[in-house]
């Protein structure tokens, strides 16, 4: 409640600081010119005629009128002739009543004639002014404010065009050399593969697997869309393989993916990513501690969970790239439909991927 009042106060306070201004300076004025002081009441009632007269003319009779075109003909009027009449009325009553009160004591009656009303009606004008004043002054600032706004908006969205279309061209570039690279690639590949396939099947063997894995990437790198997870954990499978050629006694890794979830349709290289993070920061030396790569599915959930034991003496740094892509690409893909999290639970780090499928 206090930060509601505080609030509204902060709104208000200019505006009870020249209401004061006003009301000192007329009620000195006119005391000095006309000799009378009236009784306090006197002013704090007449003072709140004109303030609602103040508001009410431009906080809803000038928005009201000058809402329409053909509106003005009639509306403007109509509308002050009734707040004018209004005023005129609600102040007859009021003297009358101060006067019967003796609130105020140099007149003995108030009579509604032609010089009661002309005065009534020059005060009344002189705040519809005001009033006039001030709701085209606020709606001045209003049509400013919206049109240095639009102005901001607008060069936001030229910025942001102009990085989209050098990221687009930047795009388009690394594409061109991709189309070049990957040929003379798999190229020298297959040549390295003709020839040592004579000295040894298994190293020919992960020839093989490697130009399959980059052409995997490769060609899921230039296509929009989802792939089968089944299809992306056979490359993972094919990784791993790779790995276990060059430490056969240090590969202990559990792989378990429900038949279910290989028909899933999933933005691709994912699951690479997560193998290929397990490989460099894992530590594979424990068989009772396997590092693990779950993915289970049902009819409202796909879940992914990669856990491995931390590898004091890493095979590369890490800068955390990997997996802020894959963070980026799960929220660019599904927004809010898929989740996640990655932590450290003693020396296990544990990655874990959610996908709504409802």
């Not at 509601?4 to 004025?29: C, G, P, T």
């Not at 508001?55 to 809402?67: N, Q």
């Not at 040549?191 to 040592?196: D, G, M, R, T």
Request: glycine content about 4%; some cysteine.
């Amino acid at each position: 409640m206090i930060k509601i009042i505080n609030n509204f106060l902060k709104k208000i306070w200019l505006h009870l600081i020249v209401w004061s201004l006003f009301i000192v300076y007329e009620a000195v004025v006119i005391g000095l010119i006309f000799g009378v002081f009236g009784h306090p009441l006197t002013y704090l009632l007449h003072y709140i005629l004109v303030i609602i007269l103040f508001y009410a003319t431009a906080e809803w009779l000038l928005p009201w009128c000058l809402r329409g075109r053909f509106k003005l003909i009639w509306a403007i009027p109509l509308g002050f002739s009734l707040i004018i009449s209004g005023f005129i009325l609600a102040n007859y009553i009021l003297d009358g009543w101060l006067v019967k009160q003796d609130f105020i004591t140099h007149i003995e009656k108030i009579e509604f004639n032609r010089e009661f009303v002309l005065r009534v009606l020059y005060r009344c004008i002189y705040i519809l002014g005001f009033a006039t004043a001030y709701y085209f002054s606020i709606s001045y600032l209003k049509v400013s404010r919206n049109a240095v706004r639009i102005e901001k908006e607008r060069l936001l969205d030229i910025i942001k065009n102009e990085r989209i279309q050098a990221a687009v061209e930047a795009a388009e570039n690394a594409f061109l050399r991709a189309q070049i690279n990957p040929h003379f690639l798999f190229n020298t590949l297959s040549y390295i593969h003709h020839h040592v396939n004579r000295h040894s099947t298994e190293a020919a063997d992960a020839i093989i697997q490697l130009s399959e894995i980059m052409r995997y990437a490769l060609n899921v790198s230039h296509e929009e869309g989802f792939v089968r997870i089944g299809t992306e954990m056979d490359q993972v499978e094919k990784l791993l393989n790779l790995h276990q050629m060059r430490r056969p006694t240090m590969m202990h890794v559990h792989i378990d993916v429900d038949e279910q979830a290989k028909d899933v349709m999933f933005i691709p290289l994912v699951l690479l990513t997560l193998a290929e993070n397990m490989i460099k920061y894992a530590d594979f030396n424990l068989p009772d501690h396997p590092a693990t790569l779950l993915v289970a599915c049902d009819e409202k959930r796909l879940t992914i969970r990669s856990t491995n034991l931390i590898n004091p003496n890493p095979m590369a740094e890490s800068n955390g790239k990997g997996l802020q892509n894959i963070l980026s690409r799960l929220q660019h893909s599904y927004i809010e439909k898929a989740a996640y999290q990655h932590h450290i639970r003693e020396n296990t780090f544990e990655i874990e991927i959610y996908l709504d499928l409802s």
